[in-house]
């Protein structure tokens, strides 16, 4: 099928046969040359701008100063970072999005996917799509969005007040908890189908029968929930934790765009400040990279942990 | 409990779950027709202003130039991309030794970085290189992905050995194997790789927002997020330019879904 459509279009780019026979070792040598071409352009790209400037923002993370003439300071800045109140907070804000918006999501998520994964489920494919459907939303977008929808002449706070829930407008954005919680509720609605996709794409490799099998033999929904679906989804449960985690510590345009940080930075996130810090007023790119460095090792610790969790047999 | 009753409720829990999935969409299509007081006022029906919160839109902004730019820049990214981690990631697989196995590893520890990490050090390399305000500059940092060179590894080893023996016996060589056998045949991986980095790049808003420092290169979501500082927003005019964001990925988003959810579940396998 291959061999036919190859004939026409080989350019002579190819050796003669008796050539390759003879030198069998060149050719296995050849084929590992190439190996290493087909790698490096790829390989060279995430060497010299993830690579490299890590390590640069490694160095840069000891030092102090502004421009070309900065110096050598220890770990001074990692100790500024106890003192920084605000920076504190941002920590204290992404663990909180973290602990409430990652369970929450994850479990929505196997829920619904679950749910759409049984195979007489009517409408299956219109459920899917709309749940799937704010993924196809930018973060800037649905962060405006959500901004909107909760402002305090917002659709929400509209809807209250026709409800007689409310009297007056509740400016959900300017106080501290409610502004936190909107992010959470914004963040969720965005993520929730990105996540369902990737269960459903596990439980694909789960046969339906087990579930009929153990309906038969008399397993509710919740046993069968919790002893077949989430051991089986495992490997693909710690996948979606290890990411979530991931891009929750580094949580940037909702943070910009929904709330502003506010109020106060009640609501800011890590790299939130961070970009503050390196590029409005007078820039301390030594303090900045002891900061993200610090996230750097909050992901990479959580990510060690998740794994040791998600592999442990039981 | 019937298994009826407990069939209702999954109809039941999935119809709030898409409607409320659905409602935040539906309510800034219907915003964009109205007028801004409308929108506060919460009216939920097409409205007849859009021509004049198209005309207000772009009166504010010049709003089809950055469209063009993120257009450009995304489009750029998502061949480039393709091409580079994919053939990485073939590479990574089909001609593995233990050195590759090696670089492997430490490619995907890079994974764990954070941007923020990167955002200084890069900037600072990207102005002495006069790469500011460049295509160039925007693409670069987002061509090779640890995560499109796992997918496409992943892929690969679902490509038969016995075909690539073939190949080579039938004169073959390396780059047409790739070119000609395993590009066709991975085309719900490529699809699913497209979905996710055309929506990347389109998106991305930190890394132009560090880099693109003159109006004149600016990203569409760079020039919503600038509609919302002043102090009175006009919702019509604001929802119609987020739907003009929107637009863009969700058509790659509607034509490629199918293919998007068939390469995810071959990476998770």
Known sequence: ?314 | MTSKVTNALAYVFLTIAAVLSVFPLVWMIIASTNRSVDVIAGKLTFGGNLAVNYSNLISAQDVWKFFMNSGKYAILTTVLSLLVCSMAGYAFEIFHDKYKDMLFVLILMTMMLPFVALMVPLFQMFSSAKLLNTSLGFLLPSISTPFLIMMFRQSAKSFPVDIIEAARIDGLNEWQIFFRMFVPTMRSTYAAATTITFMNAWNNYLWPKVIMTKSNSQTMPMMISSLTSGYHTDYGMLMLAVLITTLPTAIVFFILQKSFAEGITGAVK
């Open chain 1, 1 to 314: 099928m291959y061999a036919a459509s190859f004939q026409n279009n080989s350019k002579g780019l190819n050796f003669p046969m008796e050539h390759t026979k003879n030198k069998r070792m060149s050719l296995q040598q050849k084929q590992r040359l190439t190996g290493w071409i087909f790698l490096l352009p790829g390989v060279l790209l995430i060497l010299t701008l993830s690579f490299y400037p890590a390590l640069r923002a490694l160095m840069t993370s000891f030092k102090t100063g502004v421009g070309v003439k900065m110096t050598w300071c220890g770990i001074d800045n990692y100790l500024r970072i106890f003192q920084d109140k605000v920076f504190l907070q941002s920590i204290k804000n992404c663990f909180f999005y973290l602990i409430i918006q990652v369970p929450v999501m994850l479990i929505l998520g196997l829920i619904l996917a679950s749910l759409l994964n049984n195979p007489k489920l009517r409408f299956k494919g219109l459920y899917r799509t709309a749940i799937f459907l704010p993924c196809a939303t930018s973060l800037v977008a649905y962060a405006i969005i959500f901004r909107s929808l909760f402002a305090t002449d917002g659709f929400i706070n509209s809807m209250l007040m026709n409800l007689g829930i409310l009297e007056n407008g509740y400016n959900f954005l300017s106080h501290s908890f409610s502004a936190k919680i909107v992010i959470i509720i914004a963040l969720i609605w965005r993520w929730t189908g990105y996540n369902m996709v990737f269960y459903l794409a596990g439980l694909q490799n789960i046969e339906y029968s087990i579930y009929e099998a153990a309906k038969i033999d008399g397993a509710n929904l919740i046993d069968i929930f919790f002893k077949i679906t989430v051991p089986l989804l495992k490997p693909t449960i710690l996948l979606t934790v290890i990411m979530s985690t991931n891009g929750t510590l580094q949580l940037f345009d909702e943070s910009v765009n929904l709330t502003n940080g506010g109020p106060a930075n009640a609501s800011i996130t890590m790299s939130h400040y961070i970009f503050n810090k390196a590029f409005q007023g007078v820039p301390n790119f030594g303090y900045t990279s002891a900061m993200s460095f610090v996230i750097l090792i909050m992901v990479a610790v959580l990510a060690l942990l998740q794994m040791k969790v998600g592999d442990k047999r039981d």
